[in-house]
């Protein structure tokens, strides 16, 4: 009896480790799959699209503007920032912890928008976005950026 | 025998239940206290100890600058700041998620500097910070932050 229980704890115990990794490595999947949707969305003009990314209670922390809270809101945001014509060259992920429910990525962004005097601007950046399980998918509840370049 | 494993199981899950909760509040603590810190630091001019409160792989991304990696990097990049006569009114969390070994804080900051033509600009604005367990303490590994003020 002794030794079933044993054989079972240990099983149990590699069975989870197995899991960990197994969980980590599905978590970078899916938020790299989801990352490369946010950029399609974003470019192809669709604000909901992006925003059903996020989780309905999430909170965006753009630069130089109030926080966003909530999945409608942000899609009102993005909604704003693609009407006055800006998009994603790339959005990078620099690394990714996954910790319980939760996955930290840390990453780099490089944008454009129209210039005040025509042409385009570039802008290049950083960014934390943290994402939270929700069945099989993984949703932004956090997500917040600046820019790289001084102040004008 | 039944009864006694199936208590165990009980008695086990509860604790971990019970451990979480602990950890859960353990950590809200803790964090909150590392702010404090972080303030009564920054305050004296201290950035060492402004630094201790990192990680050693610790990385900054502030706001119209490059990401800032490690302690040691961290420590000069506030010691600068410092220098520059920058005073922080307050950091208020706004929410701690905690998370297996990570804590993802969402929270506020209130900051001081020289005006250019004398006196004092306040800046206020928000932050994600992310905390790692290390040991039986809680150090930043992630800090992020932008201003609410619209751009100059």
């Not at 470019?43 to 922390?61: C, E, F, P, Q």
């Not at 809101?73 to 429910?101: C, H, P």
């Amino acid at each position: 009896m002794r030794k079933i229980i044993l054989g079972t704890i240990i099983v149990a115990v590699f069975a989870s480790l197995a899991n960990g990794q197994d969980a980590s490595a599905s978590a970078r999947k899916a938020t790299e799959a989801n990352l490369k949707e946010f950029v399609d969305a974003f470019n192809k003009g669709d604000a909901a699209a992006v925003a059903a990314i996020y989780a309905t209670d999430a909170r965006l922390l753009p630069p130089n503007a109030a926080m966003v809270e909530g999945r409608a809101n942000i899609q009102t945001f993005w909604g704003g920032v693609i009407g006055a014509g800006a998009k994603l060259v790339s959005l990078t992920a620099i690394d990714v912890n996954v910790s319980g429910n939760h996955a930290i990525e840390t990453g780099k962004y490089v944008s454009t928008a129209p210039a005040t005097g025509g042409g385009t601007t570039t802008d290049e950046g950083k960014y934390v976005v943290v994402w939270r399980r929700e069945g099989r998918d993984w949703k932004i509840i956090r997500d917040i950026w600046n820019s790289n370049k001084p102040q004008q």
